[in-house]
């Protein structure tokens, strides 16, 4: 049964989505919205994609957290513009959120902006934010059956980032089963197994947002 104050809330986002989508488009901005679970190195990510790329792009990122400052305060130690969204105990980032933290950039000569959502493997999937794609993040340290179990996240990803492959040899984690499920999930997804620590696999994730980038102009 589908409870009607969800469904309102999600056809209300939809509408703010179409706009922020335009909005993004005029500007020829590249929006990307990264989701995990809590702990898969969504920021570590970040903070490497922006320092090894900010000779490159221009990038800002939200940061979507239920409490504190502290991952927007590692973003912007890398130079990056950095607007910190507490959703207070919500579950993932809305339109309205986006819009509210809009007004703190500048997409005038925005190359990349990030989103970086709320650490979770349901609710981000489901309310879109005006993003030419999705990116899901799973680490190693999780289970590699996570694609089965979660199945419209890596569905509707345009990408995924298999992080922390430095473990692989401490953890019982299948990359090529992770792998499998996913693409059942979805047979055009991009696949991405990088370590932030090391930096190993970063060259095709950067080649990736390099393409990503140019297709937005």
């Known amino acids: 049964m589908e409870i009607p104050i969800v469904r309102n809330l999600l056809e209300a986002n939809k509408r703010i989505s179409k706009d922020l989508k335009r909005r993004f488009d005029e500007k020829k901005v590249l929006v990307l919205n990264l989701m995990s ?6 920021t570590s990510l970040l903070e490497r994609t922006l320092r090894d790329l900010k000779a490159e792009f221009r ?4 940061e979507g957290d239920l409490q504190t400052d502290n991952d927007a305060r590692r973003v912007a130690a890398t130079g990056a513009q950095a607007v910190q969204v507490n959703t207070d105990g919500g579950c993932h980032l809305d339109g309205n959120m986006i819009q509210a933290a809009l007004e703190s950039i500048e997409l ?6 990030f989103i970086e959502n709320v650490g979770n ?6 309310f ?3 993003e030419d794609a999705k990116i899901t993040l799973l680490s190693v340290a999780e289970g590699d059956d996570k694609p089965e179990k979660y199945p419209l996240m890596f569905h509707i990803s345009k990408a995924m980032v298999l992080n922390k492959v430095d473990l692989l040899p401490y953890v019982d984690f299948d990359l090529e089963k992770a792998k499998g499920h996913a693409r059942r999930l979805n047979k055009d997804l991009a696949i991405f197994p990088v370590s932030c620590r090391t930096g190993e696999g970063l060259a095709p994730w950067y080649d990736w947002l390099r393409r990503e980038r140019v297709a937005k102009l």
């Open 37 to 42: 679970s809590p702990g898969a190195g969504k």
């Open 59 to 62: 990038m800002a990122v939200i």
């Open 121 to 126: 493997l349901v609710c981000p999937a489901e």
């Open 128 to 130: 879109d934010l005006g």
């Open 108 to 113: 005038d000569g925005l190359d990349i902006l």
